[in-house]
């Protein structure tokens, strides 16, 4: 008995360790079928209440008693048969070292899919004007581009459009639930427009396996799963962003679709299912 526990107790240990591992080296990897679904994590951290829009004192108390909640900023390397795909790519301050550490260097990125363009999803496509994937082919929202473009004060929006105008791909988004058409072979774009007015999420599927990358759905996991009309003050049209993520954690519960998100903390990956009183419960992965 004493041998067997010994031995349970090294192999409970190992496996924190190599989360810890993991974590601290920004990378966690999942199986979609043949594609691999890898973690980039930029930072883990704690979002503070007062970016919050429609949390109760009630709210507050149960989820973020503290006044936080643990947030987090990642990106998302996919490695199919034959590409290695990008979606998003952070502030850039580790973007490169965590694909180094992957084996992947900036001209082995093939295809960059943008969920929208804040400042934390595409910063790391430029450093001092110039562009770190040479080779890679972008994919841009529609809607996401005309409003970028659209006024002047945007620069660092434009200036990564005129840094990759020979390789930007301009798309329209499908409708969840109504027929859509891939984007890329196993690549299906979503809208899910409020947090931006082209904001997308890109579902996954290889073989009998899918993931929902979802992007910016969800700002504030702990409070934003049980009450999903929480916004957050960095949605464009809040009352949209509130309608699109109540659309898309029906739309993967429905469908048993585990996701995948930007703020999300580690490892980022998990599922969804029913709470309590229309909410909604996160599980995590583990390994």
């Not at 957050?232 to 048993?256: C, F, G, M, S, W």
Request: charged share 15%; aromatic share 10%; with cysteine.
């Amino acid at each position: 008995m004493k041998t067997i526990m010994i031995s349970t107790i090294s192999v409970c240990l190992a496996l924190t360790n190599m989360v810890s591992a993991q974590e601290s080296l920004g990378v966690y990897s999942h199986k979609v079928g043949l594609f691999e679904l890898i973690l980039l994590a930029e930072s883990q951290g704690q979002g503070n209440k007062s970016i919050l829009i429609g949390a109760t004192p009630e709210m507050l108390r149960e989820y973020a008693p503290t006044g936080t909640f643990p947030n987090a900023m990642n990106a998302f390397l996919v490695k199919t048969p034959g590409q290695n795909i990008l979606i998003d790519a952070g502030l850039g301050r580790k973007l490169v070292d965590n694909l180094q550490a992957l084996n992947v260097a900036p001209g082995q990125v093939d295809v960059i899919l943008i969920t929208h363009m804040h400042g934390d999803h595409i910063g790391g496509l430029l450093r001092d004007g110039n562009v770190i994937f040479p080779q890679a082919e972008i994919y841009l929202p529609q809607p996401e581009y005309d409003y970028w473009m659209s006024d002047g004060k945007f620069k660092q929006q434009q200036e990564v459009i005129a840094a990759y105008k020979t390789r930007l791909h301009l798309f329209k988004p499908n409708e969840l639930d109504k027929e859509s058409a891939p984007l890329l072979p196993g690549f299906t774009a979503y809208a899910a427009y409020g947090h931006t007015p082209g904001h997308t999420a890109f579902l996954l599927e290889s073989g009998n396996e899918k993931m929902f990358v979802w992007g910016d759905v969800t700002h504030a996991m702990a409070l934003q799963m049980p009450y999903p009309q929480v916004a957050v003050t960095y949605d464009v049209n809040p009352d949209d962003a509130i309608a699109a993520r109540k659309q898309v954690l029906e739309y993967v519960t429905q469908h048993k679709i585990p996701i995948a998100g930007m703020h999300i903390a580690f490892p980022a990956m998990g599922t969804i299912s029913k709470g309590k009183a229309g909410g909604y419960l996160f599980t995590p992965f583990t390994k």
